[in-house]
């Protein structure tokens, strides 16, 4: 069974920045497209950034110039780097891997930015 564990949520003060993983129990996973979810309370969960299997990056209009995402095969880790960060990006985050025919979800790390 393939597992996806995200870490490196935090509380942040506005215009902080975060680090947050998310290590794959297999390395072939993260080969796949690997994106990075949010959700608030309240609200649907969103996709927030995304790297295909070759390499393209998608980012949603929110988080663009702010939020890069980034992949380590060395590692099995799928990582999305966050600055800037606004009250507006509290949430809790999920890595979720695109195979084709299901997905897999990692069980989220909370990110809160207040001051």
């Given at each position: 069974?393939?597992?996806?564990?995200?870490?490196?949520?935090?509380?942040?003060?506005?215009?902080?920045?975060?680090?947050?993983?998310?290590?794959?129990?297999?390395?072939r996973?993260?080969?796949?497209?690997?994106?990075?979810?949010?959700?608030?309370?309240?609200?649907?969960?969103?996709?927030?950034?995304?790297?295909?299997?070759?390499?393209?990056?998608?980012?949603?209009?929110?988080?663009?110039?702010r939020?890069?995402?980034?992949?380590?095969?060395?590692?099995?880790?799928v990582?999305?780097?966050?600055?800037?960060?606004?009250?507006?990006d509290?949430?809790?985050?999920?890595?979720?891997?695109?195979?084709g025919?299901?997905?897999?979800?990692?069980?989220?790390?909370?990110?809160?930015?207040?001051?």
């Amino acid at each position: 069974q393939v597992q996806l564990v995200e870490s490196g949520g935090d509380l942040v003060q506005p215009g902080g920045s975060l680090r947050l993983s998310c290590v794959s129990s297999e390395n072939r996973i993260i080969l796949h497209t690997m994106g990075w979810y949010r959700q608030a309370p309240g609200k649907q969960r969103e996709v927030v950034a995304a790297i295909t299997s070759g390499g393209r990056k998608n980012y949603a209009d929110s988080v663009k110039g702010r939020f890069t995402i980034s992949r380590d095969y060395n590692y099995n880790t799928v990582y999305l780097q966050m600055t800037s960060l606004k009250p507006e990006d509290t949430a809790v985050y999920f890595c979720n891997a695109d195979l084709g025919g299901r997905s897999v979800w990692g069980q989220g790390t909370q990110v809160t930015v207040s001051s």
